[in-house]
């Protein structure tokens, strides 16, 4: 297909979890996604969540080890938000669930840019990122120049 358009997008998201009640929880009640679809077969548990009609994500029970930024894989998930105060509003639900975060606050994505966000970690650790593409122009840059999702 090479010289061709891409027309690929993304469809949905899957993430292996070592426990699926404590993911479903922690993305259902702090995030927000609702359940499309629940499977609770043993040995064969999954989750299905989404906006309410279109899936977004599938959690997998099937981890036996937290997520490791030591392994090729999945970087980091990125979601964004749409203002910078929906995602203040995430970063106090984080806060008060006791997520890890990467930065203090909000942080621009580099020295300059108006876009950033709010960069913690899931109950297994699994990197993730909340943002803007703009509103962010106050905000800190804890990497200067290079990109701050990508070292956290």
């Known amino acids: 297909m090479k010289g061709t358009a891409v027309t690929l ?8 979890v070592t426990d699926l ?44 080890q937290p ?3 030591d392994r090729a894989g999945l970087h980091h998930l990125a979601f964004e938000a749409d203002s ?3 995602v203040r509003e995430y970063e106090q ?3 008060a669930y006791g997520a890890d975060f990467a930065h203090e606050g909000v942080v621009a994505h580099r020295e300059g840019a108006g876009s950033g966000g709010i960069f913690f970690h899931d109950p297994d650790g699994t ?8 509103g962010a122009e106050e905000a800190p840059a804890p990497s200067g120049t290079a990109p701050t999702c990508g070292f956290f």
């Open 9 to 16: 997008r993304t469809g949905h998201i899957g993430l292996n």
């Open 21 to 64: 009640d404590r993911s479903l929880a922690f993305y259902r009640d702090v995030l927000g996604f609702t359940p499309l679809a629940e499977g609770k077969e043993e040995g064969r548990r999954y989750a299905f969540l989404g906006d309410g009609e279109t899936l977004v994500l599938t959690l997998w029970q099937q981890a036996e």
């Open 67 to 69: 997520y490791g930024p």
């Open 84 to 86: 910078i105060e929906r």
């Open 93 to 95: 639900a984080l806060r």
């Open 127 to 134: 990197r993730l990122e909340i943002s803007v593409p703009s």
